[in-house]
């Protein structure tokens, strides 16, 4: 028996576990929520919350170091200063 792909929709196994509940930011008037992947404790995933498309990036870190509040903060400040204003996503 084959499965057919359902379009929009993660198979179960191949969606993303987050651990604890999310961590909500505000960074320069921006907002976002960061969540710890429950699979790689060392891997964020910073949702863009306020931006103008459904945006975001990660972030992995090495070893058992969880970052801190102003280490997040600072990753959104580096990741928002190489957005083009004109469109939204990362300057080319």
């Known amino acids: 028996m084959s499965i057919e792909p359902t ?9 993303i576990r987050y651990t604890g509940e999310p961590i909500m930011l505000t960074v320069d008037g921006q907002q976002f929520r960061v969540r710890v992947r429950a699979e790689d404790p060392g891997t964020y995933d910073f949702d863009w919350l306020s931006g103008p498309h459904d945006y975001g990036f990660g972030l992995s870190r090495s070893g ?11 990753a959104v400040r ?13 300057a080319e």
């Open 64 to 74: 058992d170091h969880a970052m801190s509040l102003p280490e997040m903060e600072e």
């Open 78 to 90: 580096d990741f928002l200063a190489q957005i083009d204003p004109a469109t939204g996503y990362l």
């Open 7 to 15: 379009p929009g929709v993660v198979p179960e196994h191949l969606r």
